[in-house]
């Protein structure tokens, strides 16, 4: 059972989102404890959303935990992305990082980028404003910025980009030193540490 719920995790982080969705239903399976099953639950649906599956996402959240698990919405939020269910989805998101202080900021990037992606260029803007209210560390805050000055790009608004890029100029002081490659690097990693927080944070732990 632990190595199965290891190879799970494993293929979760690495982006195997079909063998990973197959490895937590065999964990589901398996009579574990409640709270193993919780988990299994979240991380099942969470990998079928990531994969595009989002009614079988929607499917699997429609059952109830095993136990309590504040996690929940932010899966449901990205199944209903998925399930091209667009506005609920980035209404749930957004509901959840309101209701979550802690993840806050790297949800409100989770639902800038979507909604740039979405060509929904305003709500895009507000959602990455939010997160920078109040994030902390640097790299995201980095990218906070960057989707918003692509948001504001798309509104056509030169003069918000102009005040963004200063905004940008004091919290990056130290892209001045990394060439073009390395940033790319950096932004790449930040966006797959983010993109993997929630599912490696305790169900119990808000």
Known sequence: QQRAL???????????????????????????????????????????????????????????????DWRGDFAR????????????????????????????????????????DARRARESAEAAQHGLDTAEARQLKQRLLEVRAQALAQLGDPEAVRVEDHHDRRVRDVDADLDHRRRHEDVELVRLELRHQLATLDRRQP
């Open 77 to 116: 939020g990205l199944a209903l992305d998925a399930n091209n269910q667009h506005p609920q989805a980035m209404s749930t998101l957004g509901a959840f990082a309101s209701a979550n202080p802690s993840v806050a900021p790297a949800v409100w990037l989770e639902v800038a980028e979507r909604e740039l």
């Open 6 to 68: 290891a190879a799970a995790r494993q293929r979760t982080l690495d982006g195997d989102y079909a063998r990973a969705a197959d490895g937590w239903r065999q964990v589901l399976a398996s009579g574990l404890p409640a709270d193993v099953a919780a988990e299994a639950r979240f991380q099942l649906a969470l990998v079928l959303a990531r994969g595009g599956r989002g009614a079988d996402a929607l499917d699997v959240l429609a059952k109830p935990a095993a136990a309590p």
